[in-house]
Nanobody, 127 residues
Framework: QLQLVESGGGLVQTGDSLRLSCAAS???????????MGWFRQAPGKEREFVAG????????DYVDSVKARFTISRDNAKNTLYLKMNNLTPDDTAVYYC?????????????????WGQGTQVTVST
């Protein structure tokens, strides 16, 4: 079992930055490092979409085109924490952001690949 808790969301203006965190607690020591991790977001009236993913060691990283060069995903396996640094935010980034964990090695952008989800944190970007 893996429990995920996001934090760091808030109300910001266009061009501002935010860093989201996702703290993981596992039933056994070292479990966090066994999971591929991802950030997803869901805007009002829209489906949940992939934003960024990171492999177990942190070497593999993947981003949806709309956030490339603005967002950076990272992880600290010693702290059981996933991060998403978001720069140059725009109103189109407004959404609830979720972190998710996948046990499958091949997990990538498909929501169905992910086994555990956090409760989400709201990010609102005003003009």
């Amino acid at each position: 079992q893996l429990q995920l808790v996001e934090s760091g969301g808030g109300l910001v203006q266009t061009g501002d930055s935010l860093r989201l965190s996702c703290a993981a607690s596992a039933s056994s020591t070292g479990t966090f490092s066994m999971y591929t991790m991802g950030w997803f977001r869901q805007a009002p009236g829209k489906e949940r979409e992939f934003v960024a993913g990171i492999g177990r060691s942190g070497v593999y990283r993947d981003y949806v085109d709309s956030v490339k060069a603005r967002f950076t995903i990272s992880r600290d396996n010693a702290k059981n924490t996933l991060y998403l640094k978001m720069n140059n935010l725009t109103p189109d980034d407004t959404a609830v952001y979720y972190c998710a964990a996948a046990s499958a090695l091949g997990a990538r952008r498909n929501l169905n690949d992910y086994d555990y989800w956090g409760q989400g944190t709201q990010v609102t970007v005003s003009t």
